[in-house]
Nanobody, 127 residues
Framework: QVQLVESGGGLVQAGGSLRLSCAVS????????MGWFRQAPGKEREFVST????????YYRNSVKGRFTISRDNAKNTVYLEMNSVKPEDTAVYYC????????????????????WGRGTQVTVSS
């Protein structure tokens, strides 16, 4: 069993920054690709970013490219999402997710591919 716990969310003004963290326990962290997703009120959950087990490959949704950076520290069993120049439309509950690297060569960009999920952390961006 794999447990994921997100932290770092909060209220931030537009143009500001936040760093989300997701601590993973239960299995070998480096065995998993990791992803960040978000869900705004009344909307479906959407892909934000993903990183391969080694950190060598990353993907972002177009609307966050150049503003968000995903990274991981396999020694600390933690994946991060650095959010800069945030906008009100970034307001959502942010979830991290994990999928075994053996299941996919590349880290997947759709939520149904992921096996394990955290409970989420709220990010609210005020205008």
């Amino acid at each position: 069993q794999v447990q994921l716990v997100e932290s770092g969310g909060g209220l931030v003004q537009a143009g500001g920054s936040l760093r989300l963290s997701c601590a993973v326990s239960g299995r070998t962290f480096s065995s998993y690709h990791m992803g960040w997703f978000r869900q705004a009120p009344g909307k479906e959950r959407e892909f934000v970013s993903t990183i391969s087990w080694s950190g060598a490959t990353t993907y972002y949704r177009n609307s966050v490219k150049g503003r968000f950076t995903i990274s991981r520290d396999n020694a600390k069993n933690t994946v991060y999402l650095e959010m800069n120049s945030v906008k009100p439309e970034d307001t959502a509950v942010y979830y991290c997710a994990a999928v075994p690297r053996d299941a996919n060569v590349d880290p997947p960009q759709f939520d149904k591919a992921y096996d394990y999920w955290g409970r989420g952390t709220q990010v609210t961006v005020s205008s």
